[in-house]
Every structure is written in structure tokens, then in C-alpha cells.
């Protein structure tokens, strides 16, 4: 695999803004939701804890429920999504697609706190569980939509169906693979069990 991970993308200050400001409001929906609960919790508190309007939290998920799941479409950074729909870093899908993935993987710490954020919610929250299952149809789209658009015509739902449902499991294993790495980095994992996805299909 080639090696891009020295390679990030940089944002500029107006996208990164807006990408942070997301990711807040879905951290403060996640924790206000462990704490209280997902009914005791409004979109006002929600905004109040990111220092934001209740008219802004409007601009970037349309209820408490969307921000708890979080931005499921937005794989990787914003500046990443453009430079992989252009054919980089590398030119080789594979590479390219962890390359992508990986880049929303920062920083760990917060990654780290949402993922167990996650953990606690789904076991006291059912609702929250059938939104990120129900999440993962828009997931695939939005893989479909970045893969159509890197090659310039449109790849079907199944191609793009196969490869999110692999990533999100190379993710959630990279995830599970820091239980006894606290200090690891997320997107060293996620490529670590990449490389061992590879190591399978070589011996085939």
C-alpha cells in the first residue's frame, strides 16, 4: 500500500470551521444524550453547549436524533473528499480509500471519546441504534457519489455497497483493536487492518 499518511490535506480556515462546528455539535449531542438522555435533550441545549445559535445547529443536521448519529456522509475532510474525487493522493483506489477515511480520524483523542460515546448510547438509546443502521444507506450513497465522481461515470449500489460495508468493518475493528493500545493512533490501526484484509485476499 502506498504510503500517504504523511500526505494529509490541508483545509482551509472557512471549511474547517464549518467542519468543526458539525463535529462539536454531534460530540455535545452525544454527551448531553449519555448524560440526560435523548429525550431530556433539545437542540437548544445542544447549540448552547457548542456557544452557537439554535438557528445554526438548523444549518447543519435537521434534529437532536441526526446530530447524535453525526455527519455518517462526510467520510474523511472535506479537502480530502476533493482531492480523492481528482484521482489522488496516489491514484490507486485502494490506497486512496483508506487514505480518505483515515483523514477524518483527527484528532484521536476526540475520535476516541465519540467512539465511546457511541458505545454507551446505543445500549440505553434504541432509537439511536436504528438511526445509524438506517444511517447506513445515506453512508453508501455517499461512497457511490465520491467513487461515481473520481471515475467519472456511475458505479452501481452494489460496488459501492461492498466497499463501505468493508471499510466500516476495517473500522470498527481498528476501533477495537486500541482496547489494549490506548496511545495508538486510530488511523494507524485502521491501515494495519487493512494491510491484514490484503494479507487475506493474497493467499486466495
Partial sequence: MADAKHNEPEMGLRERKKWQTRLDLCMAARQLTTERGLDATTTDDIAKAVGVSPRT???????????????????????AREEFVAGGPSGILIDDVIWLYASGYEPDSEVRESIA???EIIHTEPRVLAAFIAAGARHEAAVRDLLSARSGGEVSAEYAGLIA??????????AMS????????????????????????RRL
Wanted: hydrophobic share 45%; net charge negative; glycine share 6%.
Fill in 117 to 119: 460515546l457511541i458505545a
Fill in 165 to 174: 460495508g468493508i471499510m466500516s468493518c476495517l473500522t470498527t475493528r481498528a
Fill in 178 to 201: 486500541l482496547a489494549s493500545n490506548p496511545s495508538g493512533s486510530l488511523s494507524d490501526a485502521l491501515r494495519a487492518q487493512c494491510d491484514m484484509a490484503a494479507e487475506l485476499f
Fill in 57 to 79: 445547529f438548523f444549518n447543519y443536521y435537521d434534529t437532536k436524533l441526526d446530530a447524535v448519529v453525526g455527519p455518517i456522509t462526510e467520510i474523511g475532510t472535506p479537502q
